[in-house]
């Protein structure tokens, strides 16, 4: 049976992490699997604008992830990420500009 879980609040990182151990999302993963989280990158924005998942759902996945056995996490983008939109990936995720 299909369940749609939610919650309220404002930090992304923990209300990711609980809607994933809610759902027991680790359950639905084949042990020793890769697993490729894609944050949506269409626009140079911040999250709050909503067309950015914001950094906290993807470092709560990542910890979520990891907590669960799963060693091979990788950040994968469309092969349209140019200069500037790699620029504000590096802002947005990690704090700074990294070129």
């Given at each position: 049976?299909?369940?749609?879980?939610?919650?309220?609040?404002?930090?992304?990182?923990?209300?990711?992490?609980?809607?994933?151990?809610?759902?027991?999302?680790?359950?639905?993963?084949?042990?020793?699997?890769?697993?490729?989280?894609?944050?949506?990158?269409?626009?140079?924005?911040?999250?709050?604008?909503?067309?950015?998942?914001?950094?906290?759902?993807?470092?709560?996945?990542?910890?979520?992830?990891r907590a669960?056995?799963?060693?091979?996490?990788?950040?994968?983008?469309?092969?349209?990420?140019?200069a500037l939109?790699?620029?504000?990936?590096?802002?947005?995720?990690?704090?700074?500009?990294?070129?």
């Open positions: 049976m299909s369940a749609i879980y939610e919650i309220f609040g404002s930090d992304a990182h923990e209300m990711t992490m609980a809607l994933l151990e809610a759902a027991r999302a680790a359950e639905r993963i084949p042990r020793g699997a890769s697993v490729a989280l894609k944050p949506n990158l269409v626009v140079s924005a911040p999250p709050e604008n909503g067309a950015t998942t914001h950094a906290g759902v993807l470092s709560g996945c990542i910890e979520y992830l669960h056995g799963f060693a091979d996490v990788c950040i994968i983008e469309s092969s349209w990420v140019d939109r790699a620029r504000r990936f590096a802002s947005l995720y990690f704090g700074n500009d990294l070129f």
